[in-house]
């Protein structure tokens, strides 16, 4: 993995990953991205059950880093943006959508453009108290992207999707979590201990079965009901061939809690 671009640590069964350029609140650089997709595969290398994104200092990720892209727009002035967006960008998305485990973005601090897009593309979102959200991407004259026009409108709807991304305004961690944009908000003095007890309880659940889910629900988004209802059965027919079905539907007839063991 290039540098400490990013930094890669496990805890049981828990993968964290630190974005680290706090000076710059972790803004995004192709090699930080690539990092970070290095990141994702090392977690599922690992065996690991849960993967909690976070960012290191006073924010989260404050998106694509304006000063790398800045060389782009000299010359004839059109950056090829698609280019960057597909090579670097589109990976990660995919990354975590598609992870082996589940995902929660750890929202240490403000969270803007393509950073916010990254938490909104995990499974969970948990905020320190006071964390900033803005998506950012119009106040520079461009579009939503790294998947927010996707995820943004299935968390919030869409017409708060559209005055989140139209008049871009950031969002309190307390305003976050009452539009759905976020499932916690945590005091400062109890975050890290609390994305911890979150994050060990996702990593001792049914990892095969939240993966499916999770790619039951991405498919739903553009399925018919036919579709879905032959999507559900295949799903469900994994699910139902894994020893942690088996040995919980056992726990549950013999009164004991169940023993998940991600397989
Ligand atoms: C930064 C950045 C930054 C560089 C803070 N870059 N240095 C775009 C283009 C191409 C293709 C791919 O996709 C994208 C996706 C995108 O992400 S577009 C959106 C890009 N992000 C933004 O426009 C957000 C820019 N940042 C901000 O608006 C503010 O910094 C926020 C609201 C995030 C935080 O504000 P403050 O808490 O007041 O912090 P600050 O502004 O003082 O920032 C601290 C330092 O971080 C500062 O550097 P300095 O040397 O003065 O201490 C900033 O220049 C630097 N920084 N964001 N994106």
Known sequence: MPHDLVRYETHGAVATVTLNRPDVLNALTRPLLTALH????????????????????????AGQDLAEIRADYD???????????????HPVVRGIRR??????????????????SLALACDFRIAIE?????????????????????????????AQANRL??????VSADEALAIGLIDEVVAGDQFGSRVDTFASELAAGPTRAFVLSRKLQDEAATATLDTLLDLEAGAQLEAGRTADHRNA???????????????
């Open 130 to 158: 006071n964390a900033r959200l803005t998506t950012a991407f119009t106040r520079i004259g461009l579009v939503p992207d790294a998947g927010m026009a996707w995820t943004l409108p299935r968390l919030v709807g869409v």
């Open 75 to 89: 010359g004839d002035g059109s950056p090829d943006l698609e280019a960057l967006l597909r090579e670097f960008y």
């Open 99 to 116: 992870l082996g485990m589940p995902v929660v973005a750890a929202i240490n601090g403000v969270a803007a453009g393509a950073g916010l």
């Open 38 to 61: 290095d990141a994702l595969h090392r977690a599922e290398a690992d065996g690991c059950r849960c993967l909690v994104l976070t960012g290191e200092g006073r924010g989260f990720c």
């Open 165 to 170: 991304v139209m008049r871009s305004q950031p």
């Open 249 to 263: 539907v056992s726990a549950f007839l013999e009164k004991r809690p169940p023993a998940f063991e991600g397989r």
